[in-house]
Each structure stands twice: as C-alpha cells, then as structure tokens.
C-alpha cells in the first residue's frame, strides 16, 4: 500500500469522467475517496446550497411532499449500507477492442468502486406520502441537464418493488463523511445490484408513476441492443441488474514482476440479489483453473474480494480470472460474444498479463 | 401437433428416470403430462393413502403441528402458479460430450417441464406454526427412501427466506387434475427459479432448522465443484436457483427439412428471479444473430417459449440459440467451460443440426 496519491485517468473534462488504475482498487474493501470512478452525464456539475435544496417527492401518491434536508433527518431513520457502484460501460475497452464503438467513452476496469453510503431508504420516504394503487415505478431526477435530455434534468427510473426494497438508500454520506459535491451532495440515490446509472445523483425530485422514465437516459441509452441495432426509444431492452463480473486488480496488466510466487488479486460483484460463490484464476487461458481465495463481504450489496498466489515461471503469462454466482451463472469467455452497440456490460471473463523476470539468485 | 402417445426415453427403471424428445415439450405452454420427465431418487415410488397421509411440521417453530390433507385444504387458501421444473442435471449429455461422467444419467434436453400447480403457500404454513427466532433454513423430506440417504427419507433444505416467498407452493394439483403418484402425490413441494431437487416429492415432514440440511442430496450431490475435485461432504456450492438457459425444440436434432422458410421453436427460462428479456438464433455458429419472437410467459415462473422463422439452404444448417436475462446475463458458448464433476447446470449455447432438402419445384 502506499499513500500516494491516486491519477485518475480523464476521459473527457464536460461531462467530467474520469477512473482510477485499477492497482488503486486492489485490496480496499472500501475504495479510497480519490480513486472512486467520476461518471456525470452534464457538461457542468449542479452547485446546490443544502440549506435550501429541498426533495419533491409527488405523482402516484396520496401526500405528494416537500423535504428539507433536515425534514428527511428528522423524519426517517438512518441506514447504512456498504454498496459496490459499477457504471454499465465499465470494461468497455474490451468491447471496442473487438470492433469500434464511436462517441462512447473508453471505460477500462476502473469504472466501479465501493463505499459506504448513509442516509434514508426511499422506501420509508414512499411509505410516508402513500403510493397509490397501480403504481410500477418510481421516477428519480437530479438536478444535472445533460445535453441529450432537451432542457430537462438527467432522469431515470426503477420498477417500485425495487425502490421499495430495504436496501436502496437516499445518501447523504459516503465513508462516514458528508457527501461530496462531485457524488451527488447533498442526497444521491443508491440502487444496489443495478447499473451505476440508476443511482441518481443531486437528486431533486422523486415520481411515482405507472411506467418507466421517458427520459432518453432510460428510454434510449443504457439499454441491451442486438449488435446489427442502433439506439432509438423503447428499442433493445433497459438494463437494471447487473449480470456477475470480475476482474484483476493486482499487478497491473502489463507488470513486470519477478518470476516465482506472486499475489494476485481482484474483485468480483454478482449483481442483482446474487451473491459471488467462486472466483476461478488460470495462466493457461482457461483449460485449468485453481480457485481463488475469497475474502469476506464488507457488506451484503458490496464486492467480494479475491486473491490467489501464482508461481509464475519466467517469462509473460496471461492471467484469467471469471467469477460464479449464486444461480450457477458464470462470466462468458469472449467479449465478442457480448459485443452490444452501447457498449455496455462487459462481463467478459478477466485477463490481466504479467512479465516475469528470473530472479537473480547469484 | 400430433396426439400420438409421446415416447419417453428411460435412462433407468430403478430409480425411474425418464425423459421427453425435445419435439414433444416444444409450443406447449404446458408441458403434456405424459411427456413430463421423471426424475427419482429411490429404486421404488412410495405409495401413500392420502386418507391417511399427514404432513409433520416441526423444528424451530412455536407450535408443532400434524396436518391431514383435509385439514390443509380447509386450514389454508389455495393458489396457483404456472411454474418450469428443470433437473440440475438437464443437458448433462452435452458435458459428456466434453468428457466423461461416469455413473451419472446422461440427461439430453427433455429433462424440463411446465405445469399449473395448484396447492397452498408454503409461507402461509409455516406462518400458522410461528417460526422462532434464529431459524435460516427450512428442511423437507419426502416418503422415498434413495440409497445414498443411508435408510432415511430424500431430504433436502432451502433458506428461509425463500420457503417464505409467496411462490412456493404445497402443491396437491398439477394442471387441474389431481398430482399423479408419479409427480410426488399427495403433496409434492414446487419451489419455482430453483433447482428440481428442492422441489420435493411425496412430501412428509418440513422442519425449521439454523442450517441447510446435511443429507447426502443437499450436501454431498447437487453441488458445482471446480473441474478437479471429487464430491464430499460441504465440498463445493449448492445449487440453488439455476442459471439462464434455453434449448431448440422443434425441428429436433438431425431432423430432414425442406430447404426453405422453416419454424424453429423453443423455450428459454432465466432462473431465480429474473425474467428472460431476449433470445437469439444463429446459423452462423454465433458469428451473427437475429432475435427470435418471444411469447406471452403462460406466468411469471414459466419458461418463456419463442420461435424464428430461418430460410435454410439445401443442405447442413447448425442452429444455434442463446437467452439473455433481464440482468444482461447470456449463456456462455462452449459447454467445456461449464464442466463439472457431477455434471450440473448445463447452459451453454444450444444446438440441433438441421438437414436440408432441395425442394422439387419442377
């Protein structure tokens, strides 16, 4: 470990994305605050005054409602849950390496990291104002204006049985400190098991409806194509849940390292309400595998962590990794298998690839 | 549609192990009852006088009880769910095709079924004997007597939470009709998303325990193990809900077409608690894809029943057909990076060889 700090890859400045090396993931069960992944949709960040930001929470309810800050502190009951984030175009590298996707952004492994997020459950803020009957969904708006939602904010949605779950939060603290502007302050959502995307950030207002967000981050983007379809409303399929991923995080791909034992380790997320039950490791590009050692979850919603330790002989060795979940899902082999048009979820099985020296024993 | 008897093929007669061709579950929202697989434990079927017969409901619950069948009927609401079996062990044929699994049944694609199960919820059981504090898993046993079982009962378990869900039924009735003997009668478990072998026959005793049963069935067999371990005792992951997967059904493996327009058919199922979102048909062998048409689910814990229409050439066409699940989880391509030592959860990419004849147009 050291404490230097982290450089973040920037992959464009407006909207700001930007993801740590994966090295500054490795071994944290909870990621250090300058290595968690920027992902905004808007050219510029909200600058929002907490003292008078308020929450509309209105639609499909019986009290349609206004929350201060404190109002919310006051009213409902603090959870806290450690929550693994992964945006859904993390590891799209690996997708654009097998054919080209123009206009996306380049995510490598490092758009995905952990914390622990404090605030209320939105499913007591829904108890509270009455979701009226006929109700399937609950819309959730920040107050970033993305370029492609036409003058509105950056929305999306979540079916209502998946808002009224105990483990989706309204935070206002990340890592036991106040949350910061760059993630969403001063309440953000968290939607554990789901694509990055849905947990809204500077989150303004909350809509029960009877149908999923028209807004184009719903309807158009982050959505499952077919590899010969392109984005258009209501076509593909929405992405939710995220199918079980995993990846190498240490050494580095491309390390050099001396030839003999060497640790490697990594992370794997199941996704949705699965849990990780093995992750397997292979040097010959998956014709064996040795299981790795799992480490205990921070958290029911949070990643596993993994390590295994390598005798590496001299010379470049490929590393595979690929994670089990709970149902007997496993990470396809082949990111051409899942090459999509968006990009995203890539769950391909993991590789990094190590250059062994021999060790000089004279 | 033909009415012609279906003829099953039987992989032993004790236990009685039998299975469907593929041609006969394909386009039945419900699966014929004679062309419904069998799946046995014990060399012989137990015979029970339902008069007679009573269910034992004991363990970590405040007030033990004994229910006849009667008192079941009148004690709780009967419901209904339209519900897809499928043994862990359905598609083992295609994993001995990788390598050999001695004294396991080679399963082909039969080993799945659709029904209308009608009888109580579980839950609502287990609610009329209050569950104590502390207890994680619900234990159930049935009147057949395996050999591996060491002279007691087939006993399996499930989390709590599960036994819990509103799915899981007590179920007396299989599409409308009494449960035949042969599918578990009087009472037989339905635990739909799960593994058939939860789905216990011939039901006799539930018990509330703090651990998952430690039968031979739960801890020793229905377990995935690493390519290179042999079962024992704990080794391994249970199975439980069961991973993505589909199969062609119709036309069947090496059927003689028409070169031309032809209708494939088939059924994908996502397991636990997804749904399946997409399904794809390649000729191809994956290389490209077009998206087959799926059907209204007959409900949400059916298999989802799709079909293409393909313009084949004269000649040799490999189908093949993969699901995708609402987590943008896919089935991976090659059975030989799902191999395993008992031969479980096969649901690599499916495949029928189709033969084409020019057609005589003179």
Redesign the interface.
Known sequence: MTTQPVELTVHSSQPYNAEPPRSALADHDLTPLDAFYHRNHAPERPRIDPATWTLRVDGMVERPATFSLGALRERFREHTEVVTLQCAGNRRAGLMAVADLPGETPWGPGATGTARWAGVRLADVLREVGVEPGASDVVLAGADLPEESDGGPYEVSVPLEKALAPEVLLAWSMDDAPLPAAHGAPVRVVVPGWIGARSVKWLERVTVTDGPSHGHHQAVAYR?L???ASPAPGRG?P??????NADVLAPDDDAEVAAGPVRVSGYALA????TV??V?VSVDG?A??R?ADLEPQAGRWSWRLWHTELDLPAGTTRVTARA???????????PA??WNPKG??N?AWAHVTLHASARDDG
Chains 1, 2 share one sequence.
């Open positions: 499952l077919p590899a010969d399929v992405l939710g849940p995220i199918a079980v996704g949705g309400e699965r039950v093995r397997d998956g064996t595998w299981q089990w979940d709970s149902a007997a899902g496993v990470q396809p082999a082949d298998e899942l995203y979820v769950n």
